[in-house]
């Protein structure tokens, strides 16, 4: 990591001290504990944000790209042990350990304030603080709240204000008494020591021994060691679904790891969908869907978050809490995803990506031939000899939402959109097919609950084993799992005939061969199209054992370059394989105890009765209608 040259004058440019009691004494609280020099109130402006960024490229945090080519734009390195969400440290400090339940990290809360009080005890010492006011969800909206971060992360600010709604106007409101979840997070290297000691500051900063942790009854954040993404972007995993999560279940809605879009159909109708699919499985991607298939329109409203809950009509309304995406680069192309490449021409922060030679971005992925000299993201010189990636594989881009031309007019609409699918995925090698719908709301309650993924890059750990990630929320949910599968069920009984229905999809299914059978991409609009003529009634569907299935031929494959055999591969259920899974699943199940909601019992039951009625030989896994 290379090292900085101290900027001898704090900021001076932020917004005033807001004319708000309750801000400023716990504002003064965190500095009287990490002791930053200067206090810097963040105003959202963009001279404020322009002298961020000036500040950064000039101590060498932050990268200009070539400014003809990405005007904008900026290349962050992160710490090389500092390049994803760190779940081994991030916790739920609930008063009782089984309010975390036992999916999540547990500490108890008295001990892990003094762990804390002792980590950030002076870890701002030589450093600027910032103080960002932010709102999740279109400022003023039923379903938004507010939040406040301090940091001492120069990144960070400009990141949040990518990501949220930041700056004077979210304080206007904190200040005239609206409710708001306060937020620490430091770097935790501090410049100075107790005893004046002092040393130079690293182009990213952080220390090894990382807190990322929720105090749910108080509905407090404390970050410490982390710059990186949700670890350091307090409004995105740690407020927008673990705290909200929490919210959710005491207030009657839902905090949900779900992309969010509309689909216009031929015929003019609009339908929303949300989905849920663990990270770096696909949620941008498909949030910025080009279908293949004529006349269906999709526009984006959200890639990671969804808010929802039911409106004054009953049905279930979602808004995109955030303002900006975070998205995977490596991947991301023309082929792929044209649309997030096209955001990415100005105004974006690329983190952990490699340089080219005319200072401008490259990633695994973004084209066929690699260049033939680049800077990699450890900023050593890479050839295409390198045996290691020019990009990390979970490095990011952070853009403004609005940058994407497929933009919703209605992301911004503060009452939300009306859901009419809700869409379950992870990546399955084997067993999940291409497309099935559940039989009613429990079932998809069970379907989202043994949700399973092969692990990503987006966390630590080893890629591509597989885990179980319920409702895509293993490491996002602030309470007990099995209670929070209680309250999705809870709310299924309070839509009643007007909850959107769920779905089950799988792009990741391969053939003998190990390759993928589903082309992907913007062909994931094709079984999308058979959803909503599922909800519009237009096509009848097989029971099988994980679901309803299409009928040959309902499936539009029409110009694919598709085999019949591949085709029934991507939905052939193996009754023994199945039968495996279940096995599997009570196990999963059975860590939960009492608390595990008795519906989910009956769905598995309701599964295995299933495949017992499957004729292993014919490994369709259909029913046969009559029995059905
Ligand atoms: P988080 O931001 O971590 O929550 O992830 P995300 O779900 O938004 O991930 P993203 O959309 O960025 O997808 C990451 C990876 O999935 C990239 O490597 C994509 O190429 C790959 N991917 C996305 N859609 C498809 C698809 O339809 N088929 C295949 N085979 N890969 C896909
Ligand atoms: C994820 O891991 O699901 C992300 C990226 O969206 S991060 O914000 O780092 O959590
Ligand atoms: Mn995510």
């Given at each position: 990591m290379a090292q900085i040259q101290p900027c001898p004058t704090a900021s001076s440019f932020g917004a005033d001290a807001p004319n708000a009691p309750e801000v400023l004494a716990w504002v003064a609280q965190i500095a009287e504990l990490t002791q930053p020099d200067a206090i810097h109130w963040v105003s959202g402006s963009r001279a404020e944000r322009d002298q961020l960024y000036a500040e950064m490229v000039a101590d060498g945090t932050l990268i200009a790209l070539n400014q003809d080519k990405r005007p904008g734009c900026y290349l962050a390195r992160s710490a090389?042990?500092?390049?994803?969400?760190?779940e081994s440290r991030?916790?739920?400090?609930?008063?009782?350990e089984a309010d975390a339940g036992p999916t999540n990290n547990w500490a108890d809360p008295a001990q892990m304030r003094q762990t804390l009080r002792r980590k950030f005890r002076?870890?701002?010492?030589?450093r600027t603080m910032y103080v960002i006011p932010f709102s999740m969800?279109?400022?003023?909206?039923?379903i938004s709240k507010l939040g406040i971060e301090i940091t001492d992360s120069p990144y960070v600010v400009v990141s949040m204000g990518i990501m949220t709604r930041a700056g004077d106007a979210a304080m206007e409101r904190i200040a005239a008494g609206e409710y708001w979840v306060p937020a620490v997070h430091s770097v935790?290297?501090?410049?100075?020591?107790?005893?004046g000691g002092v040393r130079l500051d690293l182009t990213w900063p952080c220390d090894d021994d990382k807190y990322i942790t929720h105090f749910p009854q108080t509905r407090e954040i404390w970050s410490y060691g982390s710059g990186y993404g949700g670890n350091a972007l307090l409004?995105?995993?740690?407020?927008?679904?673990r705290i909200a999560s929490v919210l959710g279940r005491d207030e009657g809605w839902l905090a949900e790891h779900m992309l969010i879009l509309r689909v216009t159909g031929p015929s003019g109708r609009r339908f929303h969908l949300a989905a849920a699919f663990p990270s770096a499985c696909g949620k941008t991607n498909l949030a910025m869907l080009r279908p293949t298939i004529e006349s269906w329109q999709v526009e984006t409203i959200g890639d990671d978050i969804a808010w929802m809950r039911p409106g004054a009509d009953g049905r279930l309304y979602a808004i995109n809490?955030?303002?900006g995406f975070f998205g995977v680069?490596?991947?991301?192309s023309e082929q792929t995803n044209p649309t997030a490449l096209a955001a990415l021409d100005h105004d974006t922060i690329f983190t952990n990506v490699a340089l080219t030679d005319d200072g401008d971005v490259w990633w695994e992925g973004l084209t066929d031939q690699p260049p033939a000299h680049l800077i990699d993201w450890r900023g050593q010189d890479w050839t295409?000899?390198?045996?290691?990636?020019?990009?990390?594989?979970?490095s990011r881009f952070t853009v403004r939402?609005?940058?994407?031309?497929?933009?919703?007019?209605?992301?911004?609409?503060?009452?939300g959109v009306p859901l009419d699918v809700i869409l379950f995925g992870g990546r399955r090698?084997?067993?999940?097919?291409l497309i099935s719908e559940s039989y009613d709301w429990e079932h998809g309650v069970f379907v989202g609950a043994t949700v399973s993924s092969e692990q990503t890059?987006?966390?630590?750990?080893?890629?591509g084993a597989l885990r179980r990630d319920p409702f895509a929320m293993l490491p996002f949910c602030g309470y007990n799992m099995a209670d929070y599968w209680a309250h999705w069920l809870k709310m299924g009984q309070r839509l009643g005939d007007q909850a959107p229905r769920i779905f089950q999809v799988n792009w990741f299914r391969k053939g003998a061969g190990g390759k993928f059978l589903w082309p992907g991409f913007?062909?994931?609009?094709r079984p999308i199209e058979w959803a909503l003529r599922r909800v519009a009634g237009e096509v009848e569907a097989d029971d099988a054992i994980s679901g309803r299935l299409p009928r040959?031929?309902?499936?539009?494959?029409?110009?694919?370059?598709?085999?019949e055999t591949a085709l029934e591969a991507l939905f052939a259920l193996d009754p023994k394989a199945w039968a495996a899974e279940a096995d599997l699943t009570e196990e999963y199940f059975a860590q939960f105890g009492d608390r595990l909601p008795a519906a989910l019992v009956a769905q598995l039951a309701a599964l295995r009765e299933r495949i017992s009625r499957c004729?292993?030989?014919?490994?369709?896994?259909?029913?046969s209608r009559a029995k059905a």
């Open positions: 090389p042990s500092d390049v994803a969400r760190v991030t916790f739920i400090c609930s008063e009782r002076g870890c701002m010492r030589g969800g279109p400022l003023g909206g039923d935790g290297y501090p410049l100075r020591d107790e005893a409004g995105k995993k740690c407020y927008a679904l809490p955030e303002a680069a490596p991947g991301t295409p000899d390198s045996d290691q990636p020019a990009a990390h594989p979970n939402a609005s940058q994407a031309a497929s933009i919703s007019p209605a992301w911004q609409d503060p009452a090698a084997s067993n999940v097919p890059a987006a966390a630590e750990g080893a890629v913007g062909d994931n609009s040959k031929g309902d499936l539009n494959v029409a110009g694919l370059d598709m085999t004729p292993v030989a014919v490994h369709s896994g259909r029913i």
